[in-house]
């Protein structure tokens, strides 16, 4: 596979991106920890926000959610495609000091209505961040090894969150709720110009052998006909959205809940639930790239199986944690829950890589992105912060609890859909 690299790498730049696969992986990771590390920092510092700006549940759902991802995932379809025309590594920095940028903004603004602007700049700079890092990755690392490389690029979000817990409560719980946006906007920046200066951009399709020597540019409306109506691609992307609607429904308010409800205090969720975060968030990302490396060289199948079968294993404790009567129990739950909770995400990922041509990736990676985080990001975390609110006005007394018990349907929506998917593969294989 080297030769082949070397034999369509047309500069010496280009032939160095491909030889060094780690250091490409990890600064496409480190990108990745601050963009989700900036996308989690409202629902860390929940709290502080809603005792200083008078902040809802409801209002916080539609910041975490809706706000957010009307930009973040529709932006990033002509992000996408642009990124399929030109340099990604070119995109993924300009994304980067744009939503880093944004970040400081946050940390900036002085009521409600200047805190929604200042998210939605956020989502729309990290509308640039993923898609361009999912094609540059699967044009470094052949088929049989994209799914750890994706289990390792998955880590972004396990470390993102758990660094911006443990951060963002603690820098908070010292300097306010302020700092932490500015800090790591500004941290954010700098990472954006060092990406440009350092990173060269890999050749489309290198570790594709019979496609290697493309040079076609995928057009962007035959690209979206073609996702939309791909049966395979179409359950990959639902019933990833299905599964986010409970992660980022969860995640969003996971704090606050474990502070209002489990009886946490800021510097207790800096050190235990950050702690909850790397070790079961990171664990499942990295044990499931292989596992799932494992399974899809004896049957596609794989891809779906795995997220199917891990998320009938969490649900039992997600319910379990939601009804823990004290936070060292309902850690340890969730401990477990994290560690199942995520497997769907390097599978899609590398499924849809896989099933299109490698002038189509970043876009697919775009439209992919689009379904799932729209209906999990943006529709999850909405539901829940309005679903408190209503429980709340019904006189419940643990209002956000009962509406985390809501999400549980869609853990059984999810299992289907993957269900689905796993049947249709197993056909074509045997086809």
């Given at each position: 596979?080297?030769?082949?690299?070397?034999?369509?790498?047309?500069?010496?730049?280009?032939?160095?991106?491909?030889?060094?696969p780690?250091?490409?992986?990890?600064?496409?990771?480190?990108?990745?920890?601050?963009?989700?590390?900036?996308r989690?920092?409202?629902?860390?510092?929940?709290?502080?926000?809603?005792d200083?700006?008078?902040?809802?549940?409801?209002?916080?759902?539609?910041?975490?959610?809706?706000?957010?991802?009307?930009?973040?995932?529709?932006?990033?379809?002509?992000?996408?495609?642009?990124?399929?025309?030109?340099?990604?590594?070119?995109?993924?920095?300009?994304?980067?000091?744009?939503?880093?940028?944004?970040?400081?903004?946050c940390?900036?603004?002085?009521?409600?209505t200047q805190?929604?602007?200042?998210?939605?700049?956020?989502?729309?700079g990290?509308?640039?961040?993923?898609?361009?890092?999912?094609?540059?990755?699967?044009?470094?690392?052949?088929?049989?090894?994209?799914?750890?490389?994706?289990?390792?690029?998955?880590?972004?979000?396990?470390?993102?969150?758990?660094?911006?817990?443990?951060?963002?409560?603690?820098?908070?719980?010292?300097?306010?709720w302020?700092?932490?946006?500015?800090?790591?906007?500004?941290?954010?920046?700098?990472?954006?110009?060092?990406?440009?200066?350092?990173?060269?951009?890999?050749?489309?399709?290198?570790?594709?052998?019979?496609?290697?020597?493309?040079?076609?540019?995928?057009?962007?409306?035959?690209t979206?006909?073609?996702?939309?109506?791909?049966?395979?691609l179409?359950?990959?992307?639902?019933?990833?959205?299905?599964?986010?609607?409970?992660?980022?429904?969860?995640?969003?308010?996971?704090?606050?809940?474990?502070?209002r409800?489990?009886?946490?205090?800021?510097?207790?969720v800096?050190?235990?639930?950050?702690?909850?975060?790397?070790?079961?968030?990171?664990?499942?990302?990295?044990?499931?790239?292989?596992?799932?490396?494992?399974?899809?060289?004896?049957?596609?199948?794989?891809?779906?199986?795995?997220?199917?079968?891990?998320?009938?294993?969490?649900?039992?404790?997600?319910?379990?944690?939601?009804?823990?009567?004290?936070?060292?129990?309902?850690?340890?739950?969730?401990?477990?829950?994290m560690?199942?909770?995520?497997?769907?995400?390097?599978?899609?990922?590398?499924?849809?890589?896989?099933?299109?041509?490698?002038?189509?990736?970043?876009?697919?990676?775009?439209?992919?992105?689009?379904?799932?985080?729209?209906?999990?990001?943006?529709?999850?975390?909405?539901?829940?912060?309005?679903?408190?609110?209503?429980?709340?006005?019904?006189?419940?007394?643990?209002?956000?609890?009962?509406?985390?018990?809501?999400?549980?349907?869609?853990?059984?929506?999810?299992?289907?859909?993957?269900a689905?998917?796993?049947?249709?593969?197993g056909?074509?294989?045997?086809?």
């Open positions: 596979m080297g030769s082949d690299v070397a034999s369509v790498a047309t500069t010496p730049a280009e032939a160095a991106s491909t030889k060094r780690g250091i490409v992986l990890a600064a496409l990771t480190f990108v990745y920890v601050l963009n989700f590390l900036d989690q920092l409202i629902g860390i510092v929940a709290k502080p926000i809603q200083s700006l008078g902040v809802s549940d409801g209002q916080l759902g539609l910041i975490g959610g809706l706000y957010f991802a009307m930009f973040y995932c529709f932006i990033a379809i002509p992000v996408g495609w642009l990124a399929d025309r030109s340099s990604r590594v070119g995109v993924l920095s300009l994304a980067c000091a744009i939503w880093s940028a944004a970040t400081v903004g940390g900036l603004a002085a009521n409600y805190l929604v602007v200042a998210r939605m700049a956020v989502g729309f990290e509308a640039g961040g993923v898609p361009p890092s999912y094609a540059i990755i699967t044009d470094t690392y052949p088929p049989g090894r994209r799914a750890a490389a994706f289990g390792v690029f998955n880590l972004g979000p396990a470390l993102g969150a758990a660094v911006g817990v443990a951060f963002g409560a603690l820098i908070a719980e010292h300097f306010g302020r700092m932490p946006f500015i800090i790591i906007g500004a941290v954010g920046i700098v990472t954006a110009l060092l990406l440009r200066l350092l990173m060269r951009e890999p050749v489309r399709g290198a570790t594709d052998v019979a496609l290697a020597t493309t040079t076609e540019k995928a057009r962007f409306w035959p979206v006909g073609m996702f939309f109506s791909h049966p395979v179409m359950l990959a992307a639902l019933g990833s959205g299905a599964t986010q609607f409970v992660t980022y429904g969860l995640g969003n308010f996971a704090v606050l809940f474990l502070m409800e489990k009886g946490m205090v800021l510097g207790e800096a050190l235990w639930y950050a702690l909850v975060i790397a070790i079961g968030m990171g664990g499942g990302m990295i044990a499931s790239g292989r596992v799932i490396d494992r399974m899809t060289r004896r049957s596609r199948a794989g891809y779906a199986v795995a997220p199917a079968v891990s998320l009938a294993i969490a649900m039992p404790f997600y319910l379990a944690f939601v009804w823990a009567p004290g936070w060292p129990l309902a850690l340890v739950l969730l401990l477990i829950v560690v199942f909770n995520y497997v769907y995400l390097s599978a899609a990922v590398a499924l849809v890589q896989d099933e299109v041509r490698p002038d189509q990736r970043v876009l697919s990676g775009a439209l992919l992105l689009l379904v799932m985080n729209f209906i999990g990001l943006g529709l999850g975390p909405t539901w829940v912060g309005f679903a408190s609110d209503m429980f709340k006005a019904q006189g419940d007394p643990h209002a956000l609890q009962t509406a985390l018990y809501t999400l549980t349907p869609f853990y059984l929506v999810a299992i289907a859909l993957f689905l998917l796993a049947r249709r593969l056909r074509e294989v045997r086809a």
